[in-house]
């Protein structure tokens, strides 16, 4: 299975920006995808971005204009940036990791898990 091991979280003021990475190790794929998702409390995970190293790249229409999703193939890492925090981006994010070509948002898709990581965006 593939290890993921998230960095970067934290509080962070309202209008701000926040970088997420994502490391990977263990039996990484040829093909693969690494995704971000994130659960605020009381609300069910959802997908934020997701990036593959066929170059496949995909963003949920919440975050689609103020993120980046970037990824290091030599350090098998996954980096998010996104500006313009909200309260709303307040949530646990997770990194996950799939077999595969296309960045897919739906977390039933991912096979692997990081434990995740705090962001509280205040005002």
């Known amino acids: 299975r593939v290890q993921l091991e998230e960095s970067g979280g934290g509080a962070v003021q309202a209008g701000g920006s926040l970088r997420l990475s994502c490391r990977a190790s ?12 994130r659960q605020a409390p ?7 971005a997701s990036t593959c190293n066929t170059g496949d790249t995909n963003y949920a229409n919440s ?3 103020r993120s980046t999703v970037s990824r290091d193939e030599a350090e098998n890492a996954v980096y998010l940036h ?17 077999e595969g070509v296309l960045a897919k948002l739906d977390d039933r898709r991912y096979e692997d898990w990081g434990q995740g990581i705090q962001v509280t965006v205040s005002s």
């Open 26 to 37: 263990g039996r990484i794929w040829s093909s693969y995808c690494l995704g971000w998702f």
């Open 42 to 48: 009381g609300k069910e995970r959802e997908g934020v």
């Open 63 to 65: 975050v689609k204009s």
């Open 82 to 98: 996104l500006d313009a925090l909200k309260n709303d981006d307040t949530a646990i994010y997770y990194c996950a990791a799939r």
